[in-house]
Nanobody, 125 residues
Framework: QVQLVESGGGLVQPGGSLRLSCAASGRTFSSYVMGWFRQAPGKEREFVAA????????YFADSVKGRFTISRNNAKNTVVLQMNSLKPEDTAVYYC??????????????????WGLGTQVTVSS
């Protein structure tokens, strides 16, 4: 089992940047595909980005491609979502998640086994 704790959310102006971090407990962090999801008020939770166990493959939602990057440090049990050129429509609660899927990466919410409690990101002037 793994516990996930997100940090780094906050209020930022349009065009600004934020760096979200997710710290994982346990000694098997490298066994999990890691992902970031977000949920805006009144909307379903949606996939944002994912990274493979070995840090060699990443996948992004079309809405964030070219603006967000994802990286992980298996020695430190952390995964980072760097968000640049933020837009008001990026406003949401952002969740870190861990998956035991056999795929290299996955975008499917129901394939993620563990979730953090989320961190609020608000993009507004």
């Amino acid at each position: 089992q793994v516990q996930l704790v997100e940090s780094g959310g906050g209020l930022v102006q349009p065009g600004g940047s934020l760096r979200l971090s997710c710290a994982a407990s346990g000694r098997t962090f490298s066994s999990y595909v890691m992902g970031w999801f977000r949920q805006a008020p009144g909307k379903e939770r949606e996939f944002v980005a994912a990274i493979s166990r070995s840090n060699t493959s990443t996948y992004f939602a079309d809405s964030v491609k070219g603006r967000f990057t994802i990286s992980r440090n298996n020695a430190k049990n952390t995964v980072v979502l760097q968000m640049n050129s933020l837009k008001p429509e990026d406003t949401a609660v952002y969740y870190c998640a861990a998956s035991l899927t056999r795929r290299v990466v996955t975008t499917q919410t129901n394939e993620y086994n563990y979730w953090g409690l989320g961190t609020q990101v608000t993009v507004s002037s």
